[in-house]
Structures are given as structure tokens and as C-alpha cells.
């Protein structure tokens, strides 16, 4: 089969069931993580259907809190399918769209108590942003690794305090409960349920067309340092940020990065820590190690070629770095991500990956 776009080969599924997805909204649901999350899987859908005929693979419905059209927090109306009082029927993903009213606790009862009771019957639940509110409220996320928003954390933490907040990752999946931080977040994590259902080949061609960033990993921060200097004051700082990542290979010394603003390194230094509270050394290893730790979880390239491309002098330096950072050898990071991804579809290997041995996490 043929990608209709460029070219490339799809590897599609053998036999894919019609998996129904809703998702529940309520009014002033922020609108992103609503249509996000529903364009990606649209999109799957869509491009799977180009190429084999068939039932649909995913079978896509907005549910409401309450009858009538869904007045989002922007004052976009949306036509629901149906209110939670109506779903009938089996439900394979279940997905729970953030805003205003589950962050202000505003969810009816009525509503806690169908999600529990819809729960175990769900393959899979998630929820985008603040719907880990939800969630936590009906007593989904008690003793599981969740995130929600950066700027919710603390009071998701508060409110519900068993569950094991991570404020850091965009998405985490526990067990067969999926969380993610805010808004774009959501297509995050809907495109790794893709990958989960319909393997990375249909992942990759929905990234492309709706030109995201491919597959960004769950476990990146929300607390992009490339984003932070994207704020920055000075419009030279913002623009250098850009320039680093795409010269990581290259000498990035204070010396050079001064150099590329017209500033002494003296200078250059003291305005760039005011700027991002860092050193101009801390934020070119933090932008080489995110680097790295992307190469290990999308790739089976040698950890050579990883420091390599990262920038690293060799892969001694990167192992000193992630175990000094991460606390774990870049070895035994990519067996860790790669034993948690389950039933996925991975890149092909020369030979299985197994769980190394102590001299080969040490690698």
C-alpha cells in the first residue's frame, strides 16, 4: 500500500475491529483538548481507510454533561453526539477532555458516578489536561502515576493526594489509564494510542500530515528550556535557542554562542543567566541530553551514533551525563523505555532486546 501523500509505504494492520472512542466534554471545555486529541484519531482513521477497505478503525463521539450544543470556553459551539446519560453499547476508550468545570469541581455526581461505573468496562481510559480531575474524583487515579497541566499540579495534588502526581512528563500511561498535560499535550498521547492500536508506520504518516512533532515522547518535560528562551526578553536570545538545536553537533561554547550575538562572553553569560536562570553550559547539555534521550527512545542507532548526532564528544561523555542527571545509564534508559511500551510496534533489531546485564546498562 501506498501513502497517498509521498510515497512510502504503509504497513497496515492485518485485521483491525472498529474501536468506539468517546469523549466527554462539558461547557467551557477548552476547545484544543477536545478537537485535538479527535482530529488525530480522525486523521488515523482516514488514512487507514485510503488504503484497505473495511470498517472503520475508530468510531469517533463527543458526549456532553448535558443536553444541547457544547458552548467551549473560547465560544465555539460544538454538536455533541450525545449526552453521558445516553451512551449504550461497548466502549473501547474513553477519553476525559479538560476545563473549567472539572477544574473547579463542578462536575455533577451524576456524572462521577457513571464513570465509575463505566470504568471496568473501558479498555482504556485518559484524560487530557485537567480531566485527571475527573478522574481523581471518581477514584480512577488512587495510587497511579498521573499528570495533568503544569499550572494545575499542586492543586491536583492537594485535592487528591493519593494519587502519585508527576508534574514533569506530557503524558503517562498507568496501566491502562493515560493522563497528559495541557492542550497540545492531548495530541501527544492520542497519537501514541494510535501507535498502540494501529503500530508506528499509521503514527508517523497522521504526524506528518497534521505537522506535528513526531511522537513526542511521553517522558518529555513540560518544562521545555527551549520553550523557556522562547520567552525570553530579548528577541536575539529567543532566535539563538532555535539555532542550538539545529547546530548541537557543532562547538557551542559561551565564547561561540557570545559570538553569534555580537556580545562579549562576559556579557553574553551574565544576560543569558538573567534570561533563563541557567548557564549557557547547563542549557546547551540540558538541549543535548533531551536530544539523546529522543535518539534512545525513537531508535536502535549504537549509543556512538547517539552522541554523535547529540553533540556529545563520544559515548563515555553521554553515559557521564545521563547518570549524573538521570541517575541511569543511557543503556539502561532505552531498555526501560523500551520494555514499558508493551505491545507496540518497534523499530526492527538485529536481535531481541533483552533485559541487559549489569555491563551493559553501564554502557
Not at 485485521?15 to 484519531?41: E, N
Not at 538541549?287 to 527512545?297: H, I, S, T, W
Not at 553533540?311 to 557521564?320: I, L, Q
Request: glycine share 6%; aromatic share 6%.
Amino acid at each position: 500500500m501506498l501513502h497517498p501523500k509521498n510515497g512510502n509505504k504503509l504497513r497496515l494492520p492485518s485485521s483491525t475491529p472498529t474501536r468506539r472512542v468517546l469523549l466527554l466534554a462539558a461547557p467551557d471545555t477548552q476547545i484544543l483538548d477536545l478537537v485535538g486529541p479527535y482530529q488525530v484519531l480522525a486523521r488515523a482513521a482516514e488514512i487507514v481507510a485510503r488504503s484497505k477497505s473495511g470498517p472503520p478503525v475508530y468510531s469517533l463521539e463527543v458526549v456532553t454533561t448535558e443536553p444541547g450544543p457544547l458552548l467551549t470556553s473560547c465560544g465555539l459551539r460544538i454538536d455533541a453526539h450525545r449526552t453521558f446519560r445516553d451512551v449504550r453499547g461497548r466502549v473501547d476508550t474513553l477519553l476525559i477532555v479538560g476545563g473549567s468545570w472539572v477544574e473547579a469541581a463542578r462536575e455533577e455526581p451524576a456524572v462521577v458516578e457513571w464513570l465509575q461505573r463505566i470504568a471496568p468496562q473501558v479498555r482504556r481510559l485518559g484524560s487530557i489536561c485537567t480531566g485527571a480531575f475527573l478522574l481523581a474524583r471518581a477514584g480512577l487515579l488512587d495510587g497511579r502515576r498521573a499528570t495533568t497541566h503544569w499550572n494545575y499540579c499542586e492543586r491536583l495534588a492537594r485535592r487528591y493526594p493519593a494519587v502519585k502526581l508527576d508534574p514533569d512528563p506530557i503524558y503517562i500511561r498507568d496501566g491502562n489509564i493515560y493522563t497528559s498535560a495541557g492542550v497540545t499535550a492531548g495530541m501527544d498521547m492520542a497519537l501514541a494510542l494510535v501507535e498502540e492500536d494501529l503500530g508506528s508506520a499509521i503514527a508517523l504518516a497522521v504526524a506528518r500530515e497534521l505537522v506535528l512533532y513526531l511522537r513526542r515522547p511521553g517522558s518529555q518535560s513540560q518544562f521545555s528550556v527551549a520553550l523557556n528562551l522562547q520567552a525570553a526578553d530579548r528577541q536575539p536570545f529567543r532566535e539563538l535557542g532555535a539555532w542550538v538545536l539545529d547546530n548541537l553537533r557543532k562547538n557551542l561554547s559561551v565564547e561561540v554562542l557570545a559570538g553569534r550575538l555580537g556580545m562579549s562572553p562576559r556579557n553574553f553569560a551574565r544576560v543569558f543567566r538573567q534570561q533563563m536562570n541557567m548557564t549557557p553550559a547547563k542549557f546547551v547539555e540540558t538541549l543535548r541530553l533531551d536530544a539523546a534521550r529522543r535518539r534512545l527512545q525513537e531508535s536502535n542507532v549504537s549509543l556512538d551514533s547517539v552522541a554523535s548526532s547529540c553533540g556529545f564528544r563520544n559515548s563515555d561523555a553521554m553515559r557521564t551525563t545521563f547518570k549524573r542527571v538521570l541517575r541511569v545509564a543511557p543503556g539502561e534508559y532505552r531498555w526501560r523505555f523500551q520494555s514499558q511500551l508493551g505491545k507496540r510496534e518497534r523499530t526492527p533489531q538485529p536481535a531481541q532486546a533483552a533485559p541487559p546485564s549489569h555491563a551493559d546498562r553501564s554502557k
